[in-house]
């Protein structure tokens, strides 16, 4: 634990400079170090959990999520279907690592507020999304399924380390719902601080939560 917290720490501050770095998407050089890095740290949360089946399936997921952050660091579209599929296969190793040890997954009713909000939000996204249309609509269902299987989990046995799974789970749905509005609707401001705050605290969240 004492491992797992100083690698939580060091990652907060590497996230808090990477954030200051690409303040208004300048890009400063040292953003394209900090991002990689902080995940790094995240997956070393992971790392220092004992061996076992969830251990594996959080460490594929972040690997999967550390190569689709340097693929978001480029400009284009084909940069951004490489992020886009590497965090796609990313929630679905997050999936079996939060549900491990869940017999009988079961979802309480208050779920059904985060399914219809995600059709909501497909319904208002995806005719923006031009040729990119089908990509998303998959992506963003596995997104919402990661979100639910967090729900599962939390509804089955609501431990501490099942509490930082949904927290974290729900703060990816929103930092990829706000990435996905600067994408096909346009920039914003604070755009990238809140995509990137809340990214970084979900994954950290749910690699921490296999330490509690």
Not at 44 to 62: D, K, Q, S, Y
Not at 154 to 174: D, H, K, M, Q, S
Request: with cysteine; aromatic share 12%.
């Amino acid at each position: 634990m004492p491992i797992a917290v100083g690698f939580a720490i060091v990652a907060a501050i590497s996230a808090l400079a990477a954030i200051i770095a690409d303040w208004n998407e300048r890009r400063h050089f040292t953003f394209y170090v900090l991002k990689p890095l902080t995940t790094i740290f995240i997956i070393g949360i992971a790392a220092t959990v004992p061996e076992g089946n969830a251990r594996a399936f959080m460490l594929l997921a972040l690997v999967l999520s550390l190569i689709g952050d340097i693929c978001l660091m480029f400009e284009g579209n084909g940069w951004f279907v490489g992020g886009l599929s590497s965090f796609l296969l990313a929630h679905l190793a997050f999936i079996p690592a939060l549900l491990y040890g869940v017999d009988s997954p079961t979802l309480p009713l208050w779920s059904a507020g985060i399914v219809l909000w995600g059709l909501g939000f497909f319904i208002w996204l995806l005719p923006k999304t031009g040729p990119l249309k089908p990509a998303v609509l998959v992506y963003g269902t596995i997104l919402m399924s990661l979100a639910l299987a967090a729900i599962a989990r939390w509804n089955v046995a609501p431990t501490e380390a099942a509490r930082l799974a949904l927290v974290g789970a729900i703060l990816f749905v929103i930092s990829d719902s706000a990435l996905s509005v600067r994408k096909f609707v346009g920039s914003y401001r604070g755009a990238q601080a809140l995509i990137l705050s809340t990214y970084w605290s979900a994954i950290g969240l749910m690699a921490f939560s296999l330490t509690v």
